[in-house]
C-alpha cells in the first residue's frame, strides 16, 4: 500500500468566497482543480470554462435511437411482418406512428440524460480520495472545499498550500491517493 | 460607507411590502441550520401519527388490496361489475383518476422548475413521489382489467409462437406506451432529483447500516462542480422531457375515449379535457398531502403559507378551465343536434341512476372551486383541506360521469343496461389508495422528502454575486 498526494483542499464559507478564490486559482494558472459545494454555485461553470455540458447530446441521441427504432418497430409489425387492415386505414401511416414514436423519444431521451450525467460523471463510483477526509463531510451541508490536484503541471506541495492559506482557505490539507 | 448608503436606497426604491414576493423559506436560517431541519425528519425518531397513518394503509396495502386483487385474477372480470354495456366500469375510472393525481406533481416539479419558479423548489420533491406513486397504482388497472393479466405480455411487441403483433393503430395500444414511459421517466426524474440529498444523508448518518445504505444510493457523489455541471444539464433536459409527458399522457388517455364512437365520449375537447382534469385533480391531492405533513413533520417554515396559497391557486385556474370545458361540452351537444349526444349530456344531469353524481361533479368542480378566489379561505388550512379532499371526490365523480355514463344507455335502447360496483371493485381501489399511502409514508419517513440541496441553492445567500438577495430571490434579503 502506497501512499501517494492527490491533492490540496481548503474550505471556505461562503459561494462568494469560493467563487473569488476559484477566480484566483484560475489565474494563477491551474488547471487540475475542482470545487466541491453543496449546491451549484452559478457562474462556477464559466470560472472553470467547463464550456456546454455533453448531456444534452447524449439524452438528443437517446430519444433520436428510440423515436426511429419505434418508428421502424411499427413499420415492421402492422406493415411488413403480420399486415393487417384495421378500420380500412393505411398499413403503414404517420398519424398512427407518430404518437409511440414520440412517446419513447421522451423514454430515449429520459434515459440518455441520467445515463449520460452519470457516465459523464463517472458515476456510480465506489471511492474518491476526499472522502477519506472528515472535513468533507460539511460539504453537503455549508462549506465549500477547493482541491488542487496533484498533477498539476504548477502543484509543489508548499507553494500550493501557502497559495491556497492566502485565497482565504480554512483547514488546507493534503489529500492522500490510496492505492 | 458606500454600501450602507446603497443599501439604504435599494431599500427606499424597494416595492412595498405587499408587492414583494414571500420568501421560499421563512426565518432566514442559516444553510447549515437549513440541512438540519430538513433532514430532521428522516433521521428523527418515528412518531406516533406516522404509525396511526401507517398501520392502517399498510393493512389495505397487504391485506384488502392482494385480496381484491388474486380474486379477480383467479376467477374473471365477471367478479367486478362490469359486464355489457357497461364494460369500462371502476376500473378505468379509477385508472383514469390516479393518472390524473399524477399529473399535478409533474408539473410541479418540471413545468415551475422551467419557468423558475423557486417557490417550487420545497415542495417539488414530495410532488414528484406523489407521482410516481399513483402512476403505480394507474398502471395496474389496465393490467387486470384486460382480464387474463397473464398474457399481459401480449400488449409488448414481443415475438411469439402466433406470429402477430400489437396492433399499433389504435390509441390503447399508445396508452401502453405513454403510461410505461410515465412510470420510468417520472422514477427516473424523481431519482435523479435525489441524488445529492443521499449525499446529504449520507453524510450526516451516525450508523454503519444506515451510512452503507445512503453510500449505495448517492452512487459516489462529491458535489464536485463538474458534476453539477453535467447535473444541472441533465436536470434541465429532464424537466424538458418530463412536462412534455405532463401534456402527453393524459392526451393519451383522453384520446382512448375520443376515438370512440359513443355519444359523450366522441369530442376532440377530450385530450385536453384530460389533462387540465388531471392537473385540477392532482393539485387536491397535494393540498391533502402538504397540509398535514407540513403541519406534522414541522415544515411551516419551509412549506410556508405563500406555498399553499399558490398550490390553491393553481388549483382555482386549473378549476376554471376545466368549468370552461364542461361548459364547451353542453353546448356542444346541444349545438350538434345530435339525438344521441343531447340525450347523454341531458341524462348525466336529469337522468335517473347517475345523476347524483353529475350534480356532485357540478358541485365541487364548478361551485366550491370558486371559494378559492377568497384569501381567507386560501389562508384557512382546514378549508383548503376539506376543499383538496372535495376536489379529489368531484374529479372522481367526472371520471364516472364520463366512463358509466356514456355508456350505460347508448345507441340502442335494447343494449341499455346499468351498473353498480361490487365488493371487489370497491376493495380494489380502498386497496390501491392504501398502497399509495403506504408508499408515501415510507417515502417520507425514510427518503429525503425536500430537495435539500436544491431548497438550499435558491436562499438569498447561496448567490455569490449580490448582498442583498435581491433578483434571485424576490428582493427578500
Not at chain 1, 456510480?124 to 465549500?144: N, Q, Y
Not at chain 2, 397513518?53 to 385480496?67: D, M, S, Y
Not at chain 2, 344507455?409 to 386497496?431: C, H, R, S, V
Amino acid at each position: 500500500m502506497s501512499e501517494k498526494i492527490y491533492g490540496l483542499m481548503a474550505e471556505f464559507d461562503s459561494p462568494a468566497a469560493i467563487l473569488q478564490a476559484a477566480e484566483k486559482i484560475r489565474d494563477a494558472g491551474y488547471r487540475r482543480w475542482d470545487a466541491f459545494t453543496p449546491f451549484p454555485i452559478h457562474g462556477m461553470d464559466k470560472v472553470m470554462k467547463l464550456g456546454n455540458s455533453l448531456v444534452g447530446w447524449v439524452s438528443l441521441a437517446g430519444g433520436a435511437f428510440m423515436f426511429s427504432q419505434i418508428f421502424g418497430l411499427i413499420w415492421f409489425c402492422n406493415a411488413f411482418d403480420y399486415p393487417l387492415i384495421v378500420g380500412g386505414k393505411p398499413m403503414f401511416s404517420m398519424p398512427m406512428t407518430f404518437v409511440p414514436a414520440y412517446i419513447m423519444l421522451i423514454m430515449g431521451g429520459a434515459v440518455g440524460a441520467l445515463i449520460g450525467m452519470l457516465g459523464l460523471n463517472q458515476l456510480p463510483r465506489l471511492h474518491h480520495p476526499i472522502f477519506a477526509k472528515k472535513r468533507f463531510e460539511l460539504v453537503s451541508r455549508d462549506k465549500f472545499i477547493l482541491l488542487i490536484g496533484a498533477q498539476d503541471e504548477k502543484f509543489c506541495v508548499t507553494e500550493t498550500k501557502s497559495f491556497l492559506e492566502s485565497l482565504g482557505g480554512a483547514h488546507v490539507e493534503i489529500v492522500e491517493d490510496v492505492d | 460607507m458606500a454600501e450602507a448608503v446603497n443599501i439604504e436606497e435599494l431599500k427606499r426604491l424597494a416595492p412595498p411590502a405587499e408587492l414583494q414576493r414571500a420568501p421560499v423559506v421563512e426565518g432566514k436560517p442559516s444553510l447549515g441550520a437549513l440541512t438540519d431541519k430538513l433532514s430532521a425528519f428522516a433521521e428523527g425518531k418515528t412518531p406516533l401519527w406516522w404509525w396511526i397513518l401507517f398501520l392502517p394503509a399498510a393493512f389495505a396495502a397487504t391485506v384488502i388490496f392482494p385480496t381484491c386483487l388474486f380474486y379477480q385474477v383467479f376467477t374473471g372480470v365477471g367478479v367486478w361489475g362490469n359486464n355489457h354495456p357497461v364494460m369500462w366500469g371502476l376500473d378505468i375510472v379509477n385508472f383514469i383518476w390516479w393518472v390524473g393525481v399524477a399529473h399535478a406533481g409533474t408539473l410541479i416539479s418540471a413545468l415551475l422548475f422551467l419557468t423558475k419558479q423557486h417557490w417550487r423548489t420545497t415542495i417539488g420533491r414530495m410532488a414528484e413521489a406523489m407521482t410516481v406513486f399513483s402512476v403505480m397504482m394507474a398502471g395496474l388497472y389496465p393490467a387486470i382489467h384486460v382480464g387474463r393479466a397473464w398474457f399481459d405480455w401480449f400488449m409488448f411487441p414481443v415475438p411469439n409462437s402466433n406470429g402477430n403483433w400489437p396492433q399499433f393503430k389504435s390509441p390503447l395500444m399508445w396508452d401502453v406506451f405513454a403510461v410505461n414511459t410515465y412510470l420510468v421517466v417520472s422514477s427516473l426524474f424523481w431519482f435523479m432529483g435525489m441524488i445529492p440529498d443521499f449525499a446529504v444523508l449520507r453524510d450526516r448518518a451516525v450508523g454503519r447500516i444506515r451510512k452503507t445504505i445512503f453510500s449505495a444510493l448517492a452512487m459516489g457523489w462529491t458535489g464536485s462542480a463538474r458534476q453539477w455541471h453535467n447535473y444541472e444539464k441533465a436536470y434541465v433536459v429532464l424537466c424538458g422531457l418530463c412536462t412534455l409527458l405532463v401534456f402527453t399522457v393524459s392526451s393519451i388517455v383522453g384520446l382512448d375515449f375520443c376515438t370512440s364512437q359513443i355519444a359523450g365520449w366522441h369530442a376532440t375537447i377530450f385530450p385536453l379535457y384530460f389533462v387540465i382534469g388531471a392537473v385540477f385533480c392532482g393539485f387536491g391531492m397535494m393540498l391533502v398531502i402538504l397540509i398535514p405533513l407540513r403541519k406534522w413533520c414541522g415544515l411551516e417554515g419551509v412549506i410556508t403559507m405563500a406555498h399553499m396559497d399558490k398550490v390553491a391557486k393553481l388549483a382555482l385556474v386549473s378549476g376554471l378551465i376545466i368549468d370552461y370545458i364542461y361548459l364547451q361540452e353542453f353546448f356542444i351537444a346541444w349545438y350538434s343536434g345530435d339525438p344521441y349526444e343531447r340525450w347523454v349530456f341531458g341524462h348525466r344531469l336529469f337522468g335517473h341512476t347517475y345523476l347524483y353524481l353529475g350534480w356532485a361533479l357540478i358541485g365541487i368542480n364548478v361551485c366550491v372551486t370558486q371559494l378559492l378566489w377568497f384569501k381567507k379561505i386560501r389562508s384557512n388550512l382546514l378549508a383548503l383541506f376539506i376543499i383538496g379532499v372535495l376536489i379529489n371526490c368531484g374529479m372522481w365523480c367526472e371520471r364516472f360521469v364520463i366512463v358509466v355514463g356514456s355508456l350505460y344507455q347508448e345507441f340502442l335502447p335494447a343494449n341499455w343496461g346499468k351498473y353498480m360496483p361490487t365488493i371487489w371493485d370497491i376493495g380494489l381501489y380502498i386497496g390501491t389508495l392504501g398502497a399509495f399511502f403506504m408508499l408515501y409514508l415510507l417515502f417520507v419517513k425514510f427518503l429525503p422528502m425536500i430537495a435539500i440541496s436544491e431548497v438550499k441553492g435558491v436562499m438569498p445567500e447561496a448567490d455569490p454575486h449580490h448582498k442583498l438577495g435581491g433578483a434571485k430571490n424576490g428582493g427578500h434579503s
